[in-house]
């Protein structure tokens, strides 16, 4: 079974450049959530969607950043216009709602100049 | 801020030995989980305890909670190289559904 999928693996883009990164989680996980991730920290959630619906989305900085999960399977990131401080490691997880561990794809690393 | 704060931030111990650390929080909880993250990786899930557990065990790794005093620790037994990685400690509170807060994770460097 593959895992949570995301592209692209690093993105580097000029401060007040748009940037977007995309999430597949595993097939049939109704949760998804994305992350980012500071250098020497602990993943702090951005948004979490049951099926279609953000459910909680109190720590996405809503005037740069954006989300949306079409049909309730892959979900987009949206950042615009980047910022110097958003240099950091987006992480997107996927869980069902049988088990309560979540499943992480390998981040994208974004750096912005 | 972050709820979990892991104790130490960095641990290094030879092949063989034991690696203990420790996450303590401050809200109640649903439960208590561990993930461990190679560089440059995602997060891969270790094992979860429920709040009315006590004591928990999955092959080498053990993890105990104490909601009394808002803590828990994961010991890895007999310690290898392919440990070292970073151990995060990430809570699910009664209050927030199926969010998760992560501390900020103790580096443990196993040296062969």
């Known amino acids: 079974e593959a895992g949570v999928v995301q592209s692209p693996r690093y993105k580097i883009i000029e401060k007040k450049q748009p940037v977007a990164f995309w999430c597949n989680p595993i097939s049939g996980h109704n949760t998804l959530y994305w992350y980012r991730q500071n250098l020497g920290q602990g993943p702090e959630l951005l948004i979490r969607?049951?099926?279609?619906?953000?459910?909680?989305d109190s720590q996405l900085p809503k005037d740069r950043f954006s989300a949306e999960r079409l049909k309730g399977v892959d979900s987009t990131l949206k950042i615009q216009p980047a910022e110097l401080g958003d240099s950091a490691v987006y992480l997107c997880?996927?869980?069902?709602?049988?088990?309560?561990?979540?499943?992480f794809g390998p981040g994208t690393r974004l750096t912005v100049l | 801020s972050q709820q979990g704060e892991e104790d130490p931030q960095a641990l290094s111990i030879q092949e063989g030995e034991n690696a203990t650390m420790n996450c303590s929080y401050k809200?109640?909880?649903?439960?208590l989980q561990w993930y461990r993250q190679n560089s440059g990786r995602g997060l891969v899930h270790l094992i979860l305890i429920r709040s009315n557990e006590r004591e928990k065990h999955s092959g080498r790794l053990r993890v105990t909670l104490d909601t009394s005093k808002k803590s828990s620790s994961l010991l890895i037994t007999a310690s290898r190289a392919a440990d070292t990685a970073s151990y995060f400690c990430?809570?699910?509170?009664?209050?927030?559904?199926?969010?998760?807060?992560f501390g900020e994770g103790t580096q443990l460097t196993v040296n062969p």
């Open positions: 990430a809570t699910e509170r009664e209050t927030s559904g199926s969010r998760l807060t």
């Open positions: 997880a996927s869980r069902d709602y049988v088990h309560n561990e979540q499943f």
């Open positions: 809200t109640s909880i649903n439960n």
């Open positions: 969607y049951e099926n279609e619906e953000a459910v909680d």
